[in-house]
């Protein structure tokens, strides 16, 4: 599937061709509540949206959520838009993907919320393209702006909606709309950038051409992610803006595996933020998918294979062998101030333990991991690093 047109090191101010490219007049423009000013996005941005009526939905917070999309749906079907804007990072880019593609495959007069959960549970299908949408990130880790997925929360579960329809026309990467984040947050969203290159390097759905993509993002994110955090240079802004972007393409290939799938109910009934919840398990299922035989490979190209591509990850991680590869993330994460225990980050009980490995087996991501996991195996992983 072909990843958005990118403007990779340009300045926010080409929105002004990808605007003139969409035709639009009236824009749908979806921020988040204070990053749009904080990154320096609106200063930017108002002098190129002068001359178009633009509608601002920035009505939400934290993780893109049911009731949140049902807001923005009423706003945006009071109005006529030639094209939706996101601008922020992954919640409201997914955000505004969910708005886009539930409302131009609804219709008109029913019941916002059963339609969108009807949509979010695959009772009702994708078929017809929303408005040109163009992503704007202002954080360096999620690459929604570049994948077909669009992530939604509702009654403690993570749901996704997955269509090519939902991917970008343009994402506009200005690695100068990151310059303001905190130390905590480029923390949490590089590690999920780093996750998402990792497990897509490793996925049982890996092509060459995805695995390029992963490869940038790795070596770019352990060249520059713990300067980025500590003490960031307009070199480490610009290598973590393009590797969430290289690796937001590798997962709209590959997808994610293991990882990501146990994150979800750490973030749903935890508040674990999302690449916190990404990160803290990725170290030990490197090391148990290293050790990958013929009986338990899940990847149709062989244990053998899998083998190799899991040192390959340790080559670009500047590793020697799966063991120093866990070691390395691990300390990173701690360089940047993330926690590396389940307990540290509220997940303290057998029973935390036991509701995350009932809800962490989406079917799907787990297929993708090279190696099978069973519950038996995740509850053993999980209790090690509690």
Same mark, same amino acid.
């Given at each position: 599937m072909e990843s958005a047109k990118n403007f990779i090191y340009?300045?926010?101010?080409?929105?002004?061709?990808?605007?003139?490219?969409?035709?639009?007049?009236n824009i749908f423009l979806v921020t988040g509540k204070d990053s749009y000013e904080l990154s320096g996005a609106k200063e930017k941005l108002d002098s190129v949206l002068e001359g178009y009526k633009v509608t601002r939905f920035s009505n939400f917070t934290g993780?893109?959520?049911?009731? %949140?999309?049902?807001?923005?749906?009423?706003?945006?079907?009071?109005?006529e838009y030639g094209a939706v804007v996101a601008v922020g990072g992954g919640r409201v880019i997914d955000t505004a993907k969910a708005i886009n593609s539930i409302s131009a495959n609804s219709?008109?007069?029913?019941?916002?919320?059963?339609?969108?959960?009807?949509?979010?549970?695959?009772?009702?299908?994708?078929?017809?393209?929303?408005?040109?949408?163009?992503?704007?990130?202002?954080?360096?880790?999620?690459?929604?702006?570049?994948?077909?997925?669009?992530?939604?929360?509702?009654?403690g579960k993570k749901y996704s909606l997955a269509h090519e329809y939902i991917l970008p026309i343009f994402s506009i990467i200005d690695p100068e709309l990151t310059y303001s984040?905190?130390?905590?947050?480029?923390?949490?969203?590089?590690?999920?950038?780093?996750?998402q290159a990792?497990?897509?390097?490793?996925?049982?759905?890996?092509? %060459?051409?995805?695995?390029?993509?992963?490869?940038?993002?790795?070596?770019?994110?352990? %060249?520059?992610?713990?300067?980025?955090?500590?003490?960031?240079?307009?070199?480490?802004?610009?290598n973590m803006a393009l590797a969430a972007n290289f690796?937001?393409?590798?997962?709209?290939?590959?997808?994610?595996?293991?990882?990501?799938?146990?994150?979800?109910?750490?973030?749903?009934h935890f508040d674990v933020v999302h690449g916190q919840a990404a990160g803290i398990t990725l170290p030990s299922i490197l090391l148990y998918n290293s050790k990958v035989i013929d009986e338990d490979c899940n990847d149709?190209?062989?244990a053998e294979y899998v083998r190799e591509t899991m040192e390959k990850i340790c080559v670009y991680l500047g590793t020697e062998g799966a063991h120093h590869a866990k070691f390395k993330l691990t300390e990173l994460m701690q360089k940047i101030g993330l926690k590396t225990r389940l307990r540290d980050v509220g997940i303290n009980t057998e029973k935390d333990v036991e509701k995350i490995v009932a809800e962490g087996f989406n079917p799907q991501r787990m297929k993708n991991n090279p190696r099978l996991i069973t519950s038996d195996i995740l509850w053993s992983t999980l209790m090690q690093i509690r």
């Open positions: 340009q300045k926010i101010e080409l929105l002004t061709s990808a605007l003139k490219y969409s035709g639009a007049k993780t893109p959520n049911l009731a %949140d999309i049902v807001k923005g749906i009423s706003l945006f079907q009071q109005g219709e008109k007069q029913v019941d916002i919320e059963v339609e969108a959960q009807a949509f979010l549970q695959n009772q009702k299908q994708i078929t017809e393209k929303g408005k040109p949408l163009i992503a704007i990130p202002t954080t360096a880790g999620s690459g929604s702006e570049a994948t077909h997925f669009a992530v939604v929360y509702f009654d984040l905190s130390p905590k947050i480029t923390a949490e969203s590089g590690m999920d950038a780093l996750a990792i497990e897509s390097y490793w996925s049982v759905n890996s092509t %060459d051409i995805s695995k390029h993509y992963s490869r940038e993002a790795i070596l770019l994110v352990m %060249d520059s992610l713990e300067a980025a955090v500590n003490n960031p240079s307009p070199k480490d802004r610009r690796a937001g393409k590798a997962i709209n290939i590959a997808k994610t595996t293991a990882p990501h799938a146990i994150s979800y109910p750490m973030t749903a149709t190209r062989g």
